[in-house]
């Protein structure tokens, strides 16, 4: 038999965790183009205007190809100048685009940058286990985990399982990623 009370922590838990998604930013959905955010360092730096004699630029049939959003597809006077694919990583990124005035030549780089002191964070898991409990046998068992959180190289969060011997976890965690 379940006992009532222990059902309480894991319900704050779910309800933590749930409350985080309300107030931190969305992420972007897999193939959802949004614009880049401007770097903070260059955000009050006025632009420019130069006069390259030419900028190369890839065919029109390459704004198809990359999937970009249908407005930008049919607009004759927007160009791809360069595109890139950056690699899954915890480590916020700067990507820059470069333009050599006098080759026409255009050049993205991209710089890992520090892990800030202090984030919010919107990350997680479900997981679904089957295994061996001491004592108890073969069981299988619920997970939730969400990291609210992130200090430099620690995230800190929230956690939830049940097991299907009935048992109840809830709790907070703390790691290190690298």
Same mark, same amino acid.
């Given at each position: 038999m379940i006992n009532k009370n222990y059902l309480i922590y894991p319900s704050v838990a779910v309800f933590a965790a749930a409350s985080w998604f309300y107030f931190v930013p969305k992420v972007s959905h897999t193939?959802?183009?949004?614009?880049? =955010?401007?770097? #903070?360092?260059?955000?009050? =730096? %006025?632009?420019?205007?130069?006069? #390259?004699?030419?900028?190369?630029? /890839? %065919?029109?049939?390459?704004?198809?190809? &990359?999937n970009l959003p249908q407005a930008t597809q049919e607009n004759d006077s927007i160009y791809v &100048?360069?595109?890139?694919? &950056? %690699?899954? +990583? +915890?480590?916020?990124?700067?990507v820059t685009t470069t333009l050599d005035e006098k080759t026409g030549e255009v050049k993205t780089e991209v710089r890992q940058d520090e892990f800030p002191w202090l984030a919010a964070e919107q990350t997680g898991y479900v997981r679904?286990? /089957?295994?061996?409990?001491?004592?108890?046998?073969?069981?299988?068992?619920? !997970?939730? !985990?969400?990291? &609210?959180?992130?200090?430099?190289?620690?995230?800190?969060? =929230?956690?939830?399982?049940?097991? !299907?011997?009935?048992?109840? /976890?809830?709790?907070?965690?703390?790691? /290190?990623?690298?």
């Amino acid at each position: 038999m379940i006992n009532k009370n222990y059902l309480i922590y894991p319900s704050v838990a779910v309800f933590a965790a749930a409350s985080w998604f309300y107030f931190v930013p969305k992420v972007s959905h897999t193939g959802e183009y949004k614009p880049s =955010v401007v770097s #903070p360092q260059i955000v009050e =730096v %006025p632009k420019e205007v130069i006069h #390259p004699a030419q900028v190369k630029v /890839y %065919p029109k049939s390459v704004k198809k190809t &990359l999937n970009l959003p249908q407005a930008t597809q049919e607009n004759d006077s927007i160009y791809v &100048l360069d595109s890139s694919k &950056l %690699p899954a +990583d +915890d480590h916020p990124q700067t990507v820059t685009t470069t333009l050599d005035e006098k080759t026409g030549e255009v050049k993205t780089e991209v710089r890992q940058d520090e892990f800030p002191w202090l984030a919010a964070e919107q990350t997680g898991y479900v997981r679904l286990s /089957y295994g061996v409990k001491t004592g108890r046998g073969k069981i299988g068992r619920l !997970s939730v !985990s969400e990291n &609210l959180i992130q200090i430099k190289a620690l995230h800190a969060g =929230v956690d939830a399982s049940i097991d !299907s011997d009935t048992q109840m /976890y809830a709790g907070v965690h703390v790691d /290190y990623a690298w």
